[in-house]
């Protein structure tokens, strides 16, 4: 589960592969495990409606292989509606992005051994995320499959490099991917919230997506789709 829009000039399968189970994104050749926990693609569908604007930026990657969990690699669970995250502060998103936004040509690496990193953010209003983007300055529409999360003074954020990460919220000890990262103004400035993809807002088309792949029709919040870091 990632972006559409991560595929745009990258659209062959076999370019492609998955790493699980790895806080880094850049593992020892000397690494078995990380060997045995990568998986081809062998299938990259985009929603049918993206067209290259950041509206519908989802994507699903059939693997070529069913995973294997372990303690490292576990599912996550999505809703129908992440209606009830609305003002959540404790959500947290995860990537190996750019760790600083320093000026607007040149951003910070994450420097070496690659650790995966993770910033707690709360999903923000829709109303007021709108209002943030609809001021002159920097005008984007927030479109009704899209949430905001980070926080209004800014500083706590996505980076480039981090798009098709994972938005995660926790419920009763059970992880929900509410959003994937999607798109924004910079990283971390004041009144410019990340700008995710909304989750349920497709939870119908993956469900006819895995009913047509042969997997079971899931019911909400009990098919756990697979969290692929890109």
Same mark, same amino acid.
């Given at each position: %589960? ?10 062959? =399968? ?34 049918? %409606? ?11 990657? #059939? ?29 947290? /998103? ?16 994450? =420097? ?68 994937? /990262? ?10 410019? =919230? ?13 469900? #006819? ?6 997997? =079971? ?14």
């Amino acid at each position: %589960l990632t972006a559409a829009h991560c595929f745009e000039d990258h659209s062959d =399968p076999f370019e492609w592969s998955v790493q699980f189970g790895e806080l880094s994104s850049s593992p020892s050749i000397w690494n078995l495990q990380a060997y045995y926990n990568r998986y081809s693609v062998e299938e990259i569908i985009l929603s049918p %409606l993206y067209l290259g604007a950041s509206s519908y930026d989802i994507a699903l990657l #059939k693997l070529s292989s069913s995973v294997t969990y372990n303690k490292y690699i576990q599912p996550i669970c999505v809703l129908t509606s992440s209606s009830e995250f609305q003002n959540r502060t404790d959500c947290w /998103v995860t990537g190996w992005g750019d760790i600083e936004e320093e000026h607007v040509e040149e951003e910070q690496d994450l =420097p070496s051994p690659y650790i995966l990193q993770e910033v707690q953010v709360g999903i923000i209003n829709s109303a007021i995320c709108n209002y943030l983007y609809a001021q002159p300055v920097f005008r984007y529409d927030i479109w009704g499959d899209m949430m905001c999360a980070g926080t209004i003074q800014g500083g706590k954020d996505a980076c480039f490099g981090d798009s098709g990460g994972p938005l995660a919220c926790e419920k009763k000890g059970l992880w929900i991917q509410v959003g994937i /990262v999607s798109w924004g103004s910079g990283c971390g400035r004041p009144n410019r =919230p990340g700008v995710y993809t909304n989750v349920s807002r497709h939870f119908r088309w993956m469900q #006819k997506l895995l009913s047509r792949s042969g997997v =079971p029709r899931p019911a909400p919040c009990l098919q756990l789709l697979l969290l692929a870091l890109l």
